[in-house]
Nanobody, 116 residues
Framework: VQLQASGGGLVQAGGSLRLSCAAS??????MGWYRRAPGKERDLVAS???????NYADSVEGRFTISRDNAKNMVYLQMNSLKPEDTADYYC?????????????WGQGTQVTVSS
């Protein structure tokens, strides 16, 4: 199982970025994005089930949109109206029910920096 995230970068406040994550090896029940800001814990940003149900952190509701392409095993995070407080390393996460129970798989982080 591999997750490959891309799309991070430097953007001015108010700008937009789109993160992509390509998953390989198997399909997943839930895919999502977490982020870790400097000096803080890793928190959920958004998640989406295989049927399309979504969940967002309050801080990004209305600004970020998560989507997935099940055929391509991809998950995306469209980030609009970015704020300096969105600056963080963003991690793709995919969850599936395995013989050991619900298991999370993680991609490498992609850095997002929002300048004021």
């Amino acid at each position: 199982v591999q997750l490959q995230a891309s799309g991070g970068g430097l953007v001015q406040a108010g700008g937009s970025l789109r993160l992509s994550c390509a998953a390989s090896g198997t399909s997943f029940n839930v895919m999502g994005w977490y982020r870790r800001a400097p000096g803080k814990e890793r928190d959920l940003v958004a998640s989406i089930t295989s049927s399309g149900s979504t969940n967002y952190a309050d801080s990004v509701e209305g600004r970020f949109t998560i989507s997935r392409d099940n055929a391509k095993n991809m998950v995306y995070l469209q980030m609009n109206s970015l704020k300096p407080e969105d600056t963080a390393d963003y991690y793709c996460c995919a969850t599936r029910n395995t013989a050991r129970g619900w298991t999370n798989f993680w991609g490498q982080g992609t850095q997002v920096t929002v300048s004021s």
